[in-house]
């Protein structure tokens, strides 16, 4: 069967980077699932796998992407047959850029007739914000939160889910017309850090308290600033560094960001009382699908309900995949971006 799909070809802009091209689907093994997609969504690590940074990315030429919405069209061998011509959402381990994906039987969810975007943001962005406020260190009503990038698709479930759990929530964007977006979505309070030092302004605000957890996907030079505002039993969670991307330098721009990060003993971490906690779903997807398969389960239930809604930054068609790669890179946007087969 010959599908096409938007190859990664080399590094670059968006306009020059992808290549629409046929391929042939393989044949399914085991417990596989084809879908037949009708969008796909667009994730900051397709953005740093454009700018040959992302070092799981599979070598050029390939496929990027990690969740898809379509339907399930055919079961391999072994495979569940419950979503069997069902609407579905779906992750991938790459791939997602294709008008059919193939995936486990396990990584795919029924849905309903929900906008295709919203569903998409349910996925890598949802996912990840279920397994590190829920899963992986539960967020607690007494709880002071720290959210960068809040008005991204992370970060804007993040606050839903710690409002959920009646936490304080500090909402940090770049933006002047993100502050009121994220005070819709329920922070308690919002820093500008293109206003003045971000640390300084989230002081003011703990009035003399610390931090209990800051979720933060930039790194670099914010990561020494969140454990100075941690305090004891506090849990920093980096799943992510966004400050990388805007090295222009090569090697030396590597290793000014490792520099800024410094070096931390395991002894100092139990002498404070304080944690540092690593995420990547990628090796969560590869080693612990079950636990994947409970997040998204999960994340979906909570759509279904009411309880969270993910925020649409963005829709477009395939014709207008480097427009929508470009909007995702220049950090303006809010919520998920999603793509459309025309």
């Known amino acids: 069967m010959e599908s096409s799909a938007f190859f990664l070809t080399k590094t670059g802009t968006a306009e020059e980077a992808f290549d629409l091209r046929s391929f042939e689907v393989p044949e399914l093994k085991e417990s ?24 799981e990315a599979p070598p050029f030429p390939c496929v990027v992407g990690y969740e898809v919405v379509g339907k399930v069209i055919a079961c391999g061998p072994n495979a569940n047959t ?3 011509n069902k609407r579905v959402i779906a992750f991938c381990r790459f791939g997602g850029y294709s008008k059919h994906v193939v995936t486990n039987d396990y990584a795919t969810v029924a849905v309903g007739d929900q906008d295709p975007i919203e569903l998409l943001a349910l996925c890598t962005q949802g996912v990840t914000a279920y397994y590190m406020a829920e899963y992986l260190t539960p967020i607690h009503s007494i709880d002071r939160v720290l959210i960068h990038a809040a008005a991204g698709g992370v970060g804007s479930i993040l606050i839903q889910l ?16 993100k502050e009121q977006f994220v005070r819709d979505l329920g922070a308690d309070h919002v820093v500008n850090y293109r206003e003045s030092e971000y640390s300084e302004q989230i002081k003011k605000y703990l009035n003399g308290e610390r931090l209990d957890i800051s979720y933060n996907p930039v790194a670099g030079s914010t990561y020494k600033k969140d454990m100075a505002l941690l305090g004891s039993g506090g ?15 090569g090697i030396l721009s590597k290793l000014n960001f490792v520099r800024k990060m410094g070096f931390l003993t395991p002894i100092v971490l139990m002498m404070r009382s304080k944690n540092i906690l690593g995420v990547n779903m990628l090796k969560i997807a590869d080693n612990k699908p079950r636990v994947l398969e409970h997040c998204l389960k999960s994340v979906v239930e909570l759509y279904s309900e009411g309880k969270i809604k993910p925020q649409v930054g963005g829709s477009y068609t395939s014709d207008q995949m480097a427009k929508a790669h470009s909007a995702l890179e220049s950090g303006k946007t809010t919520g998920k971006l999603g793509v459309i087969w025309k």
């Open 162 to 177: 710690a409002k959920l759990k009646g936490a304080e929530v500090i909402a940090k964007v770049g933006q002047s017309n």
């Open 82 to 84: 419950e979503n069997l």
């Open 235 to 249: 849990r920093m969670i980096i799943f992510g560094g966004s400050e990388l991307a805007n090295g222009k330098w």
């Open 32 to 55: 596989e699932v084809l879908v037949e997609t009708e969008a796909f969504g667009l994730n900051y690590a397709d953005v740093m796998a454009r700018r040959g940074l992302y070092r």
